[in-house]
């Protein structure tokens, strides 16, 4: 390779991608060992990468149990459900629950599990944007942020895809990542070996970790450039961040209204100084 070419594929390399340009979920959770890397954080009670810790998720599901009084044996979809950290804690509230996930491996972990504890949990593999799902749900979850890990065009996709199969007094509890958190993060560039202790590959590799603002759509990217000696793969992670009043006109334009907020999935009072913010939102 000459000097030139070096000079090329490195300034391409660094250069700051369109918002939205590319988009690579289905590499992040259907590759084999990283989709057992996270089974793992997912199944570790204290770690945060995949999942928050198990003490804050039965705080989370309690409050959700008691808010939509699932004793009552309420219809449950959880879109992210992962390994049914809160498709398990749900059912034993009472609720008659579906999960659904992209990642093959967390939803055979949660198939199993369910089996094994005696526990009837619907469970389906796939991309929650496509997969069939059935309809008459009282209530819809997406928990952790996911929210904000989807394009626009993904949101408004996935809204009118809830709204089809919530009952017409059916409702959303979802949470965001606020504006707050999106002014505490920062642009950066780290060139590691084996970067995360081995996340990306079984194999040695080289990682190239930068993460761009995007000011004006209030967006984070965080890119991954994995370097093998057989392959070279790019992971793009995006993050969304609302205020109350983008969250709140988004919910609007697809035909929902939001009728609660609070500063986190166990409900917390709302505060504008909060990390996270979570709503109620019903049918407009």
Not at 22 to 42: C, N, R
Not at 60 to 82: L, Y
Not at 145 to 155: H, N, T, V
Request: proline share 2%.
């Amino acid at each position: 390779m000459t000097n030139q070419e070096k000079y090329n594929f490195l300034y391409k390399l660094t250069d700051k991608p369109e918002v939205w340009s590319e988009y690579t979920a289905y590499d992040l959770w259907a590759d084999e060992h990283i989709s057992q890397k996270m089974l793992a954080y997912h199944l570790d009670p204290d770690s945060e990468p995949a999942s928050r810790p198990h003490g804050f998720i039965d705080k989370s599901a309690a409050w959700i149990a008691e808010r939509f009084n699932f004793r009552t044996g309420a219809k449950v979809v959880d879109f992210g459900c992962g390994p049914g950290l809160y498709t398990s804690r749900f059912h034993d509230a009472g609720a008659e629950v579906t999960g659904i996930d992209f990642s093959s491996r967390s939803i055979e972990y949660a198939k199993n599990a369910a089996s094994k504890e005696g526990r009837k949990i619907n469970y389906i593999q796939g991309n929650y944007l496509e997969a069939d799902t059935p309809a008459g749900f009282d209530l819809a979850t997406m928990i952790y942020c996911d929210y904000c890990a989807l394009s626009p065009a993904q949101r408004k996709r996935l809204l009118g895809r809830m709204n089809n199969i919530l009952k017409a007094d059916g409702k959303i509890f979802l949470d965001v990542f606020s504006i707050k958190a999106f002014d505490s993060r920062e642009e950066a560039s780290i060139l590691n070996r084996n970067f995360m202790d081995g996340f990306w590959s079984s194999s040695e590799y080289t990682c190239l970790c930068q993460s761009w603002k995007y000011m004006e759509q209030r967006v984070m990217l965080y890119k991954y450039d994995i370097f093998e000696a057989e392959r070279t793969r790019s992971i793009f992670n995006w993050l969304q961040y609302f205020n109350l009043d983008t969250l709140e006109n988004e919910m609007r334009e697809n035909g929902f209204r939001v009728i609660e907020t609070c500063s986190d999935a166990a409900g917390g009072t709302y505060s504008e100084d909060s990390q996270t913010i979570a709503v109620v939102v019903e049918k407009a």
